[in-house]
């Protein structure tokens, strides 16, 4: 299959018209795509859907006479051109140029549409470019230093050059290095004429110890002599061998190391990204007339940082918990207080200062809530609510699960009403449904979706999270916000009685609503009211999907209570469990289990149960790498084993 670099719509629509210099018609600018692009399928899809939104989006294209042309001028390359240039104060290459700009514009370099002969403020200096403005002051500079024999750094040499020729610094270029007369050598830090550095060397040489002629004349004869003279007293055919010999030993060296250089080069060469998207695609079954049309999901970092706003409000947020009494056990005062700003300084301040955050619930370690997500398996489509959100620390995990999937994924725009298919490099193929107008935007006027970007289709229209502790919502959304997710909906509500107002829905008294969702999932450790905990679960259930699963961790307490009432039966009707997961003892203290349960299709399945007990955070991993694969392979875990859905009862007890 041949792969081809991926340019975005955008770019191909400027490039065309930039380079015919002359209007051209809306159906020219079409075919050209169309030549281009081969998910493109009629003229009438590439004019209405590729070509005019880009035409009537940019300010710097204009209409004339039923024809487009570009105004360069306002063409975002030209506009930066010259500050780039100030900013260098150097002569550049035109491809140096080009990198410049792209890299001020925060685009690649492919993507850059620039003719520096029509920049109206440069001018070409030989085979480089700098502004019409500048002077080259080589030949005041040769003035300077011939009245400074030891020679100047360049910046007092640029001081004395326009203090002498009243030149403004801004406009004065050096340019020794390739001055071309070669009248200036550089040593160390300092710039000398030439004629200066020869005079200096040879005098140096002059006043070295006068050494007696050695020609033919043998080392013992000159042991009436000096130590010094005895030293480098040899012949002159033993002085060229040895001579010789070190050019050899360090053009050997040289080589060597060039060697050894090119096999690193090559050991870690460049990755093929478009080899790599075609791989993605063909293994999630994309056919090879498909594969055309998707793009390549641009790799982003996930970390954004904080507006003086949003800093200044977290840090008076944890100052009020500081001027708390002390409620906790945990680190020292004193290294909370000094620590930087981050999640886990949060976590610090909540168990030190907040009573409620170790006494109310179980407090969760990341590695067993990365343990659900991984069973779990959602992806940015998915629905997810989050009731008993508690610190947040659910919802960091399945942000960064998410993103993280995202990683060398593909895209592409759909020719029915979704706005675009995603395809996941673990075989995930999808459409998001939900209308997007931000990304739909993205996507036509750009041409290019990064994981960023769909991570916040899925903050801003799947996810959901409810903490009924008004202390630990701001907690949870600081947590999050610290930890690179931006704009989490996490909401301090009462899970059960105010679900419809999360929603900004009527509120009844049943407190039901029309929505259901593909995963639903939190912390149910209620440690002072197992009634509490039991009504969350119930509920928590009766929100699924049919196919969806529920991921929850509770106390053993609770189902002990649940079997002995008889109430297993009722809460799991026209469901199943799929994963009993005992974890090691939390705080001393609790007993705790991660309970997954599935909303089935077809009530009359047998499904197993996988159960395990994890003693650590190491066997947690662990665990979750052994239930990625299909039940046909060997798992390699003693503890890792299915049981029919009847053995729940003896899982409990």
């Known amino acids: 299959m041949v792969t081809k670099s991926v340019v975005s719509n955008v770019d191909l629509v400027r490039r065309f018209v930039f380079e015919k210099g002359e209007p051209v018609s809306v159906d020219e600018i079409a075919a050209a795509l169309r030549r281009e692009m081969s998910s493109i399928s009629s003229d009438e899809m590439a004019r209405e859907r590729y070509v005019l939104p880009v035409l009537k989006a940019q300010p710097y294209y204009r209409e004339r006479d039923g024809k487009w042309e570009i105004e360069r001028t306002k063409m975002p390359e030209y506009s930066v051109l010259e500050e780039v240039m100030r900013e260098e104060h150097r002569l550049l290459y035109e ?101 200066h550095y020869d005079k200096s060397k040879s005098a140096a040489a002059d006043t070295g110890a006068a050494l007696p002629d050695l020609k033919g004349k043998a080392v013992d004869l000159l042991l009436e002599g000096s130590f010094l003279e005895a030293q480098t007293a040899r012949p002159e055919a033993a002085q060229k061998e040895t001579q010789e010999a070190k050019t050899k030993l360090k053009k050997a060296l040289k080589k060597q190391a060039q060697d050894i250089i090119d096999r690193r080069e090559d050991l870690g060469g460049k990755e093929d990204l478009a080899a790599k998207l075609s791989q993605v695609l063909s293994a999630a079954g994309v056919d090879e007339y498909e594969v055309t049309s998707f793009q390549r999901v641009e790799p982003a970092t996930k970390e954004r940082g904080l507006s003086t706003r949003e800093r200044d409000e977290i840090q008076q947020f944890i100052d009020q918990l500081l001027g708390e009494e002390t409620a906790g056990v945990g680190p020292s005062l004193q290294s909370v207080v000094n620590a930087p700003l981050s999640a886990r300084k949060m976590q610090d301040v909540l168990r030190l200062k907040y009573i409620s955050y170790t006494r109310d619930r179980a407090v969760i370690p990341n590695e067993y809530y990365r343990l659900l997500v991984e069973i779990l398996k959602p992806t940015i489509d998915s629905t997810f609510l989050n009731p008993s959100c508690f610190d947040g620390n659910l919802a960091v995990e399945l942000f960064s699960y998410l993103f993280d999937k995202l990683e060398g994924a593909a895209w592409a725009l759909p020719e029915d009403d ?41 903050l801003n229209y799947k996810y959901t999270g409810i903490e009924p502790d008004k202390v630990l919502a701001r907690a949870a959304r600081v947590i999050t916000r610290l930890s690179g997710h931006e704009g989490a909906y996490i909401v301090s509500k009462d899970f059960l009685t105010e679900l419809p107002e999360v929603f900004s829905l009527p509120p009844n008294e049943d407190n039901e609503i029309p929505l259901r969702f593909d995963f639903v999932a939190g912390n149910l450790t209620f440690t002072q009211d197992a009634n509490l905990a039991a009504n969350y679960l119930d509920q928590s259930l009766r929100l699924l999907s049919t196919g969806g699963r529920c991921g929850v961790f509770v106390l053993s307490e609770l189902l002990v209570l649940l079997k002995e009432h008889q109430l297993i039966g009722e809460f799991l009707k026209n469901k199943a469990v799929t994963h009993f997961v005992r974890l090691p003892v939390l705080e001393g203290r609790h007993n705790v289990v991660l309970l997954v349960v599935e909303s089935m299709v077809d009530e009359t399945a047998e499904v197993p149960i996988i159960s395990a007990r994890v003693s650590d955070f190491k066997s947690a991993n662990t665990l979750a790498k052994a239930m990625e694969r299909t039940p046909e392979e060997e798992t390699g875990l003693e503890p890792f084993e299915r049981a029919e859905q009847h053995a729940l009862t003896l899982l409990i007890g």
């Open 418 to 458: 979704g706005i675009l298919e995603i395809v996941q490099p673990d075989g995930a193929r999808y459409q998001l449904s939900s209308k997007d107008e931000s990304l739909a935007e993205t996507a036509l006027d750009k041409f290019m979706i990064s994981q960023v970007d769909l991570l916040n289709h899925f």
């Open 95 to 195: 491809r140096e140029v080009r990198s410049k700009v792209a890299a001020r514009l925060g685009v690649k370099v492919m993507t850059v549409v620039l003719d520096l002969e029509q920049a109206p403020e440069l001018k070409q200096f030989g085979t480089r470019w700098g502004l019409k403005s500048w002077k080259v002051v080589n030949d005041e500079a040769a003035q300077i230093l011939d009245q400074h024999p030891g020679g100047l750094n360049e910046k007092d040499l640029a001081k004395h050059i326009s203090e002498r020729f009243s030149l403004d610094p801004a406009q004065a270029i050096l340019d020794l290095k390739r001055d071309a007369k070669k009248r200036f050598v550089a040593d160390r830090k300092l710039w000398l004429l030439k004629e």
